[in-house]
């Protein structure tokens, strides 16, 4: 749901659990696409957010793109 950025099944930020679920999913064999969907959506959240409270920048890097970078498998 924009401009709020929650979703619309649960109510949770998006993306929620299920919907990271999703994109792994969906992105399976490309995690950089992945990353550069949720780059341009991070995008629009931040512009968005702002408008709705000018005087809170919200930290979105996790939120969108912190979860689904890729882990070290050491």
């Known amino acids: 749901m924009r ?3 929650r979703c619309r099944n649960c109510g949770a930020e998006w993306p929620c659990q299920p919907a990271r679920l999703a994109l792994l999913m969906e992105y399976r064999r490309d995690r950089l696409g992945l990353l550069l969907y949720l780059g341009g959506l991070m995008v629009q959240a931040r512009d968005q957010l ?3 409270n000018p005087e809170h920048t919200p930290d979105l890097y996790d939120r969108f793109l912190g979860w689904a970078r890729r882990r070290d498998r050491r």
């Open 3 to 5: 401009p709020l950025w």
């Open 50 to 52: 702002a408008q709705l």
